[in-house]
C-alpha cells in the first residue's frame, strides 16, 4: 500500500472550557527529616509552624567579607522531626483525595536532595503508612459500598472509558477467570510482610459527600522515567534466562481534550486498598534503585504513581449504570516521586551513575526552567513559550501547570551541615515555586436525573424484606437466599418412596402436597405483587413530586446559569482588564527604570561638566597666575637691564675719561719734549718729581673694578678654572648623566670627587652609595641653556631595596657676555703714532661662567647672580 506524502496536519482547535479566572498558588509544605546522629550539625531550625531558617555550617563563609548569613523561607506549612504521617497525609493529601472522589484531578510530587526522606514520606514503612497507602485506604473506605462490578468500566486504550453491561461484564470475568474473593483475615496475612499493616484501624479516613447515585471504579498504573525514558513497572513479560530483553520504553500521547497519557502502559482495575497497594509493591520491585555513598537504595528514576477513578451515574431505577460514554467522569490523582538532584562528587558514582545522575539533574533543571517562565508570564504579563517538551516529567504533567487540577509539592530536606549548599538551592526553587498560580478546575456538571436513586431502591428492597418478615419470610437481602428460604418455608413434601407398583396412596398425596404448595406459591406472588404496585404506586407519586420540584429547581438553575454567564462575562471582562492593567504595570516599570537610566546619565553628565568647569576655572586661574608672574619676571628683568645698561654707560663714561686723561698725559709729555729740543745747549734739568701730579685713575679707584674684563693676550689659552661643588664631600656619590646631555664646555664646571658615572640609575649602583645627584638640561626663559644638579640622599627600604629622599637643588646658569675691550700698548717701548694709534691693540673675547645656587631654606632667589671673572694675567 503507498503511503501519502506526510504533510503537517491542522491542529484541531482546544475544546472550549468555561472560562475560570479563579487561581490557586502551588501549595509547597516542608518536611524536615531527623538527623542520622545526634552528635551531627544541624543546618536547620524550624522558627514556627510555616517558616524554617538555614545557618551556615562552620567553616562556610556565604559572603566575601567572612561573615556568616543566615537565611528564613517561609512555606504553606512546616513539619518538623516530630511530625507523624497521619498529620502529614491530613494536610498535604486529605484535599486531593476528596477532590478526586468530586471529579477533579490532582498532582503531589515530593522534592529534594537525596537522602532527605522523599520515597519514606510518599511511601512510607509498615506501621507508618506514608502519603500513597494512605490515600489509598482513605479512597476505598469512602466509595466501598458504591463500587461497580469487575470489567463494568473499561479502559480504551486512548485516555479514556468505556461502560459495558452486566452481562458483558460477567463474560469478560469469566473469560479471564477472576473471581471476586472477599477480603479476610486470612487474605490479609497473605500479604507481603513489608507491607503488611502499613495503616493502623484507628488512622483510616473517610470523604464526607460522596454521590451515591454514581458507581465508582479504581485503575491504578505505575510508571518510572529512567534517564528521560518512560517505562510501565506493571507490565509482564516473559523472562527468558538465556536472552533477557530489556524493557520497552512507552511514548506520549495527547487525547481528544489535549491531556497527555503514556500510551500503551498497563492500568489495573483493583477494588480494594490491599490489592492496589499489593500492585504498586510489585512494580516498586522493578524500579531503579542503586546504593551510593549518600543513600543505600537512592532513587535512580522518577516514579509516578496514577490513581485514577472512573464513576457513572445509576439509570433511573437506581439498579444499573447508565449505558452512556458521555455520562462517564475519569478524573485522576498522579503521586509522584522524584530522584533526589546529587552531585557525583559526593556521592562517589562512576559509569552508569555517572550518567544517571547527569540526567536526573538535566530533567530537575528543565522543571525549574518551566517554574521560573510560568511564574514569569503570570507577574510580568509576558507570553513566553514554556519548554515542557525538554524533558519527559515537565511534559507528562504540563495539563497540571496549564489549569487541569491541584498542585500540591513536599520538599523533603535533611538538616545536617554536609548538604547545605544542595539544601539552600531546593529553598530557592520552593520559595519561587509558591509564587506560581494555577487555574482553579471547573466542577463537573450535574446529571439530570433525580438524586437518591440507589436510596430509594435500596428502601424498595427493605420494603420488600419487612413484607416478607411480616409473613414470616427472611430478611436478607440477597434474592437468591430469599428464593431459598421461601421454598424451605413451604410445607413439607410427603415420602415418596414406592415399594409396590400397585401403590395408590403415595403418588396421590404426593400431588395433593404439590398443589397445595402451588396454591400457597401462587397467594406469595400475589401478595408479592400487589405490595410491589403499592410500592410503585407510591414511588410514581413521589417521583412526580420530585419532578414538579426538579423542574423547579431547573428554572431556578437557569436562572443561575444565566446570572453566572453575566458573572463569567464580568469576571473575563475583569481578568481581560486585570491584564491589560498588568501591561500597563509592567510599561510603567519599564518608563520607570528608563527614566532612573535617563536620570543616572543626566546625574553623572552634569557631574563631569561641573568637573570640567572647575578644571577650567582652575586653569584659568592657573593661566592668570602665569600671566602675573610672567609679567613680574618681564618687569624684573627689563628693570635688571636698566641697571645694566646704566651701569654699562657710566663704565663707558669712566673708561672714555680715563682715555681723554691718558691722551692729554701724553699731550703734556710731547709738549715738554717739543720744549725741551727747541732750547738746545741748556743742560738737562733734574727730573721732575711727580708727587704733586695728578693720580692716575688707576691709582685713584684701586678698588673699583671695571665693569668689563680686563683684555687678555689672544696668544695665551685660557685656563678653565674648576668650582669644588658643595656636594663633594666623604660620601659615595652615584653620578646620573643622561645620555641625552650636552656637553657646553664652560670655564667652571662641577666636580664630584668618589663618584659612580651612570646613564641610567640601577638598584646595584645605588646599593654601594650614599648619595645620588641628577644633572638635568633645560632651556631658561632668556634662550640660554640651564643646568640643575638634584641631590638626594640614598636610603635602604624595609622590603632590602633602595629609594633615594631629595634634599637640595643647585642651578648652573650659563653667559656669554660681548663688551668693547679696553686698548693697551703691546710694549712700553714703541713710540706713539700722530694718527692715534698708539700700539698694537686688540679686542679680547672672554667667555665667563655664572653660577647660581639655591638650597633649600636659602634666602637666594633667581635674582641673585654671581659672576664669575677671569683672573687677569700679567703682561
Not at 546522629?37 to 531550625?45: L, R, T
Not at 464526607?208 to 525514558?229: H, K, L, P, R, T
Not at 489535549?258 to 497497594?277: D, I, L, P, R
Not at 426538579?550 to 464580568?570: C, P, S, T, V
Request: glycine content about 6%; aromatic content about 6%.
Amino acid at each position: 500500500m503507498n503511503r501519502q506524502a506526510k504533510g503537517k496536519t491542522p491542529r484541531r482547535p482546544p475544546p472550549k472550557k468555561p472560562p475560570n479566572s479563579q487561581k490557586d498558588p502551588v501549595g509547597v509544605y516542608c518536611r524536615v527529616r531527623p538527623l542520622g546522629a545526634e552528635d551531627e550539625e544541624c543546618c536547620i531550625e524550624v522558627i514556627s509552624s510555616t517558616t524554617i531558617q538555614l545557618h551556615a555550617p562552620e567553616g562556610f563563609k556565604t559572603n566575601r567579607n567572612g561573615e556568616y548569613k543566615e537565611t528564613q523561607y517561609s512555606f504553606k506549612k512546616v513539619f518538623g522531626v516530630s511530625v507523624a504521617q497521619m498529620e502529614l497525609f491530613e494536610y498535604v493529601a486529605k484535599p486531593l483525595v476528596d477532590d478526586l472522589i468530586r471529579g477533579k484531578n490532582g498532582l503531589l510530587f515530593t522534592y529534594g536532595v537525596t537522602g532527605s526522606g522523599k520515597t519514606f514520606t510518599m511511601t512510607g514503612s509498615p506501621g507508618q503508612g506514608g502519603l500513597l497507602p494512605r490515600s489509598l485506604n482513605m479512597i476505598f473506605n469512602s466509595i466501598g459500598p458504591y463500587q461497580a462490578e469487575r470489567y463494568v468500566f473499561k479502559t480504551d486504550d486512548k485516555n479514556g472509558m468505556e461502560v459495558q453491561s452486566e452481562v458483558d461484564a460477567l463474560l469478560e470475568r469469566q473469560r479471564r477467570g477472576n473471581v471476586t474473593v472477599p477480603k479476610t483475615p486470612s487474605s490479609r496475612q497473605k500479604l507481603d510482610p513489608e507491607i503488611a499493616d502499613m495503616i493502623k484501624p484507628d488512622e483510616a479516613y473517610k470523604a464526607d459527600g460522596v454521590d451515591e447515585d454514581n458507581s465508582y471504579s479504581i485503575f491504578v498504573s505505575y510508571i518510572e522515567i529512567y534517564n528521560n525514558y518512560i517505562y510501565d513497572l506493571l507490565e509482564e513479560t516473559q523472562e527468558d534466562a538465556i536472552k533477557p530483553k530489556p524493557p520497552q520504553s512507552k511514548i506520549l500521547r495527547e487525547d481528544q481534550n489535549h491531556n497527555m497519557y503514556v500510551a500503551g502502559c498497563m492500568e489495573v482495575e483493583v477494588k480494594s486498598a490491599e490489592e492496589a497497594f499489593q500492585v504498586f509493591w510489585r512494580g516498586q520491585k522493578k524500579r531503579k534503585v542503586a546504593n551510593t555513598r549518600l543513600n543505600r537504595e537512592s532513587s535512580r528514576s522518577h516514579s509516578v504513581f496514577i490513581i485514577k477513578m472512573a464513576q457513572a451515574p445509576l439509570d433511573a431505577d437506581g439498579n444499573n449504570i447508565l449505558q452512556d460514554k458521555n455520562q462517564v467522569s475519569v478524573s485522576q490523582l498522579c503521586l509522584v516521586d522524584l530522584a533526589g538532584s546529587e552531585r557525583t562528587g559526593r556521592t562517589g558514582a562512576e559509569g552508569t551513575r555517572i550518567r544517571e545522575a547527569g540526567n536526573i539533574n538535566q530533567s530537575l533543571l528543565n522543571l525549574r526552567t518551566c517554574i521560573e517562565i510560568l511564574r514569569e508570564n503570570q507577574m510580568c504579563g509576558t507570553n513566553r513559550m514554556v519548554p515542557y517538551r525538554d524533558s519527559k516529567v515537565t511534559h507528562l504533567f504540563k495539563n497540571y501547570f496549564d489549569g487541569e487540577g491541584k498542585v500540591r509539592m513536599v520538599v523533603c530536606v535533611n538538616p545536617k551541615a554536609d548538604d547545605y549548599e544542595e539544601t539552600l538551592l531546593v529553598m530557592r526553587f520552593a520559595e519561587m515555586t509558591q509564587e506560581v498560580e494555577v487555574a482553579r478546575p471547573v466542577d463537573r456538571p450535574i446529571c439530570g436525573f433525580t438524586p437518591g436513586r440507589r436510596h430509594r431502591n435500596q428502601a424498595f428492597k427493605e420494603e420488600l424484606s419487612r413484607r416478607l418478615e411480616e409473613r414470616g419470610g427472611p430478611v436478607d437481602r440477597d434474592v437468591p437466599s430469599v428464593i431459598n428460604y421461601m421454598v424451605h418455608s413451604l410445607p413439607p413434601l410427603p415420602s415418596s418412596e414406592l415399594t409396590d407398583p400397585h401403590d395408590d396412596i403415595t403418588l396421590p398425596r404426593l400431588i395433593e402436597a404439590l398443589e397445595n404448595r402451588h396454591r400457597i406459591r401462587q397467594k406469595m406472588i400475589e401478595d408479592y405483587n400487589k405490595a410491589a404496585n403499592m410500592m410503585k404506586s407510591m414511588l410514581q407519586e413521589l417521583d412526580a413530586n420530585l419532578i414538579s420540584k426538579d423542574n423547579f429547581i431547573h428554572e431556578q438553575n437557569g436562572k443561575l446559569a444565566e446570572r453566572d454567564k453575566i458573572i463569567q462575562n464580568n469576571k473575563a471582562e475583569m481578568e481581560r482588564l486585570e491584564k491589560k492593567n498588568k501591561m500597563q504595570e509592567h510599561k510603567i516599570d519599564i518608563l520607570q527604570k528608563t527614566t532612573k537610566i535617563y536620570e543616572d546619565d543626566k546625574r553623572s553628565m552634569q557631574q563631569e561638566l561641573e568637573t570640567r568647569e572647575q578644571r577650567l576655572h582652575r586653569e584659568l586661574s592657573e593661566k592668570r597666575r602665569m600671566e602675573q608672574r610672567l609679567h613680574g619676571v618681564v618687569s624684573d628683568t627689563q628693570h635688571k637691564w636698566e641697571k645694566e645698561c646704566e651701569r654699562r654707560v657710566n663704565a663707558m663714561q669712566l673708561e672714555m675719561q680715563n682715555k681723554l686723561w691718558v691722551k692729554d698725559e701724553k699731550l703734556k709729555q710731547l709738549k715738554a719734549i717739543v720744549t725741551e729740543s727747541k732750547t738746545p745747549g741748556r743742560p738737562e734739568p733734574p727730573p721732575r718729581q711727580t708727587q704733586p701730579k695728578r693720580p692716575s685713575r688707576e691709582e685713584r679707584l684701586p678698588a673699583k673694578r671695571s665693569a668689563s674684563p680686563s683684555p687678555l693676550p689672544t696668544t695665551t689659552p685660557v685656563r678653565p678654572l674648576h668650582r669644588r661643588s658643595r656636594s663633594a664631600g666623604g660620601e659615595k656619590w652615584v653620578d646620573h648623566k643622561p645620555t641625552s646631555s650636552l656637553d657646553l664646555g664652560t670655564v667652571l664646571q662641577p666636580v664630584i670627587p668618589n663618584a659612580i658615572q651612570v646613564s641610567a640609575p640601577s638598584e646595584k649602583a645605588l646599593s654601594k652609595c650614599d648619595k645620588y645627584v641628577l644633572t638635568h638640561q633645560e632651556v631658561a626663559s632668556d634662550g640660554e641653556i640651564k643646568t640643575k644638579l638634584i641631590k638626594g640622599d640614598v636610603i635602604k627600604t624595609r622590603g632590602g631595596g633602595q629609594a633615594v629622599q631629595f634634599t637640595d637643588i643647585e642651578t648652573l646658569k650659563q653667559e656669554l657676555t660681548t663688551v668693547p675691550s679696553r686698548k693697551r700698548k703691546s710694549s712700553e717701548g714703541t713710540p706713539a703714532s700722530g694718527d692715534g694709534t698708539d700700539g698694537a691693540w686688540t679686542d679680547v673675547e672672554t667667555r665667563c661662567s655664572m653660577a647660581m645656587e639655591m638650597r633649600a631654606g636659602s634666602n637666594m632667589g633667581p635674582g641673585y647672580e654671581h659672576h664669575g671673572i677671569t683672573k687677569r694675567r700679567k703682561p
